[in-house]
């Protein structure tokens, strides 16, 4: 079964930081590398980190390089976005997600994704 069920996100000042969590079926970590992708209104959706619990592979978009860690807990099949140095333009509902296939190095098709949740940066 593909299952995957987000929490975490919320409303932060500048700077701030948030923790996003996913939680994944076994089903669903063994066949696809895990991740998330954002989508704010008006603009196109936006792949964030991807990470595999096949191979440790990841992968960060450069708007949020050097600021988002994602982690995974193999016993838990969750998976983890830290969010640090939040800035006005992280704003989007942020979704769970499978990348494509079972490496972050594969092409993202983002085929099934969680109910999402609101990030808001704003002073």
């Known amino acids: 079964q593909l299952q995957l069920v987000e929490s975490g996100g919320g409303l932060v000042q500048p700077g701030g930081s948030l923790r996003l969590s996913c939680a994944a079926s076994?089903?669903?970590?063994?066949?696809?590398?895990i991740g998330w992708f954002r989508q704010a209104p008006g603009k196109e959706r936006e792949g964030v980190s991807c990470?595999?619990?096949?191979?440790?592979?990841?992968f960060y978009g450069d708007s949020v390089k050097g600021r988002f860690t994602i982690s995974k807990d193999n016993d838990k099949n969750t998976v983890y976005l830290q969010m640090n140095s939040l800035k006005p333009e992280d704003t989007a509902v942020y979704y769970c997600?499978?990348?494509?296939?079972?490496?972050?190095?594969?092409?993202?098709?983002?085929?099934?994704w969680g109910q999402g949740t609101q990030v808001t940066v704003s002073s």
């Open positions: 990470i595999s619990f096949s191979d440790g592979s990841t």
């Open positions: 076994t089903f669903t970590r063994d066949y696809y590398a």
């Open positions: 997600t499978t990348w494509g296939g079972r490496s972050c190095r594969e092409y993202p098709t983002f085929d099934i």
